[in-house]
Each structure stands twice: as structure tokens, then as C-alpha cells.
């Protein structure tokens, strides 16, 4: 049961452009999303995160979105960095006082330099 | 910058054989996590523990898996009688703040992984 899922596997992007890595969720009680980062060999890191009170949250490059009637959130980075190329992993909270994260697949950005 | 540790990075181990992944939490963290990833699935939730006891498991988590934190520091996971699939990539995870509150942005600190090799 794909509660979390991210469609695309993969996706490349020139440098300085716009990566937009998207998300879909079915679980209506869902309501903390998160975005991690993995590179090979490492655990993922935690990237950015968004409430379901709030439709954006921006820190730096980074931006997060939410549209919760189409439980759809994205991830843009902007400009992208050949240090963005990662894979990344959107993840949601059930509610608070839930410990459980859910991830999606995730998707490996590479950044064409 | 503090991190997690995880031991061994890479574990072989025959079909039936205990298994133990051990890892190092960031010392003032109080909240610990195993996640695990299947090559090419997602990061899937196994345990958390807090307060020396579990605090939530997942359907995962059967009799076969056992987690402790013998000594203040280390936090094991024991896998009793490994099957094939369990092999899989071993995330340890700590944060200071329960995942689930106000208080915790979700940032969990994980380790690099320990890969588990099922033959």
C-alpha cells in the first residue's frame, strides 16, 4: 500500500535552472510532510519540511508546496546546483505524537552541469 | 558535527543466523529509530524506542526483530533468524524531540546505513 508515492524515478535538469520533484499521497491524515536528501553511501538528511496549515515554506534555494485538496506537494530548487544531484525522498507524519514516517520511492535528480 | 555511527557497514550472514546492526545515537538525543531500505523500495519505518522501551513498531517489526540500548550509548537491533529478505540497507536513526511533536521540525539524524547481505 503506496501511501506515499513519487511517480518519477528520475529527472535531469540543467544547472541554473528550476528542479521541481513532485509527491502524491492518499492518506488524508497525513498532515507533516518532509523532503529528504540521500547521496550513495550515506543516510538520508532532512531537507525541508511543511505543515498541513500552510499551502508554502521557502528556505533558501529550497521551496516546498502543498495542495492539499490534490494531496500534492513539490519540492522546487532553484537555481539547481551540480551539488543538488541526490536522491530525494518525500516523506509524510500521520499526526502528531505518530513517530512513524512513511516515505515515498523516491527520485534521483541529476544535475547536468 | 555530531552524527550517528552505524557497525558493520556491511554484513554477510547465512539464511537462519542472528544478526546484530549496532549504532551510536547523537549523545544528547533521546529518541531512536530503525528504518529500512530494500534496494530499489522505499525507506521503510521498523522501530522507535524512547525511554528504554518501544514507543511504536510497524507490521515489519515481528518476533524475529528485537531492539535494546544495552549501555546509554549503543542502540542494537537483533535480528533473531534472518531470512532472505531481510537483506536490505539498515538505517539508524536518532533525533532529540519526539518525531511526532511541535517541537521537532521531522529532522531525524541518520546514520550512513548498515547493509545486510541475507545468502
Known amino acids: 500500500d503506496q501511501q506515499v508515492k513519487q511517480n518519477s524515478p528520475s529527472l535531469s535538469v540543467q544547472e541554473g535552472r528550476i528542479s521541481i520533484l513532485n509527491c502524491d499521497y492518499t492518506n488524508s491524515m497525513f498532515d507533516y510532510f518532509l523532503w529528504y536528501k540521500k547521496y550513495p553511501a550515506e543516510g538520508p538528511t532532512f531537507l525541508i519540511s511543511i505543515s498541513s496549515i500552510k499551502d508554502k515554506n521557502e528556505d533558501g534555494r529550497f521551496t516546498v508546496f502543498l495542495n492539499k485538496s490534490a494531496k500534492h506537494l513539490s519540492l522546487h530548487i532553484v537555481p539547481s546546483q551540480p551539488g543538488d544531484s541526490a536522491v530525494y525522498f518525500c516523506a509524510a507524519l500521520s499526526n502528531f505524537g505518530n513517530e512513524k514516517l512513511t516515505f515515498g520511492t523516491g527520485t534521483r535528480l541529476t544535475i547536468i552541469p | 558535527e555530531p552524527e550517528v555511527t552505524q557497525t558493520p557497514s556491511h554484513q554477510v550472514t547465512q539464511m537462519g543466523q542472528e544478526v546484530i546492526l549496532r549504532c551510536v545515537p547523537i549523545?544528547?538525543?533521546?529518541?531512536f529509530y530503525w528504518y529500512r531500505q530494500i534496494l530499489g523500495q522505499k525507506v521503510e519505518f521498523l522501530v522507535s524506542f524512547y525511554n528504554n522501551e518501544i514507543s511504536e513498531k510497524s507490521e515489519i517489526f515481528d518476533d524475529q526483530f528485537s531492539v535494546e540500548r544495552p549501555d546509554g550509548s549503543n542502540f542494537t537491533l537483533k535480528i533473531r533468524s534472518t531470512k532472505l529478505e531481510d537483506s536490505a540497507m539498515y538505517f539508524c536513526a536518532s533525533s532529540e524531540a519526539s518525531v511526532g511533536t511541535l517541537l521537532n521540525t521531522g529532522e531525524l539524524f541518520f546514520g550512513e546505513g548498515s547493509r545486510l547481505t541475507v545468502l
Open positions: 549523545s544528547n538525543h533521546l529518541y
